[in-house]
């Protein structure tokens, strides 16, 4: 029985330049802002009491992710949005920032 000759070619782990761009950009859990994607709003916002703050923002200055943060407004354990419209919720700066120092 002949052995088979194969020839190997060594691969480069590390891409070249040409390949960086071909590369996909890296995505945050579901609920979480994109690590590349920038926030909408600056997180200097909460910085004035009667803001109203994004989800996104809200997320940011909490830690929490989406899911978490509605999980806690159904136990009445996170300030409940205002609704301003059927798809646009937004949270008072003050109340944030209030429940932020609440768990410190």
């Given at each position: 029985?002949?052995a ?7 691969i ?24 590349t ?16 703050l ?8 909490t ?8 999980a806690?407004?159904?136990r ?14 937004r949270?008072r ?7 932020l120092?609440s768990?410190?």
């Amino acid at each position: 029985m002949a052995a088979n000759k194969q020839s190997w070619q060594l691969i480069s782990a590390v891409p070249t330049d040409s390949q960086h761009s071909t590369l996909p950009k890296p995505s945050a859990a579901p609920g979480h802002p994109s690590p590349t994607k920038p926030i909408r709003q600056p997180l200097e916002a909460a910085n004035n009491p009667a803001a109203l703050l994004r989800l996104d923002t809200v997320m940011a200055l909490t830690g929490l992710g989406r899911s978490s943060v509605y999980a806690r407004i159904a136990r009445n354990e996170f300030p409940p949005p205002i609704r301003q419209g059927k798809r646009c919720s937004r949270w008072r700066a003050e109340s944030v920032v209030q429940w932020l120092e609440s768990v410190k």
